[in-house]
Nanobody, 122 residues
Framework: QLQASGGGLVQAGGSLRLSCAAS????????MGWFRQAPGKEREFVAA????????YYADSVKDRFTISRDNAKNTVYLQMSSLKPEDTAVYYC?????????????????WGQGTQVTVSS
């Protein structure tokens, strides 16, 4: 089970840190991803991280502004978001996947959190 938190309302240029806490003892066996979905749009990839945290992937739209990280001792994955823009406004979801490498599309992910709203005002 995944529980996302940390969303909120922030002004453009601000920062937020999202957290996703996982229950169970097998967190370190999963690659983790963050996705987002804005109203009327499809769910899109934001970032992903490998089981041990050595490999990360980012969407071009967030590269150099967002950082994904994980703490396997705390069963938690984070998304540090900086220089936020109004177009970053969306519901953000964390997801877990057991494939060999982190995936950049939603379909392969096995488990999803409930989502946390991020709103960036201009």
């Amino acid at each position: 089970q995944l529980q996302a938190s940390g969303g909120g309302l922030v002004q453009a240029g601000g920062s937020l840190r999202l957290s996703c806490a996982a229950s169970g003892r097998t967190f370190s066996s999963y690659n983790m991803g963050w996705f987002r979905q804005a109203p009327g749009k499809e769910r899109e990839f934001v970032a992903a991280i490998s089981r041990g945290g050595r490999t990360t992937y980012y969407a071009d739209s967030v590269k150099d502004r967002f950082t994904i990280s994980r703490d396997n001792a705390k069963n938690t994955v984070y998304l540090q978001m900086s220089s936020l823009k109004p177009e970053d406004t969306a519901v953000y979801y964390c997801a877990a996947d057991q494939r060999t490498v982190p995936q950049r599309t939603p379909r392969p992910y096995d488990y999803w959190g409930q989502g946390t709203q991020v709103t960036v005002s201009s």
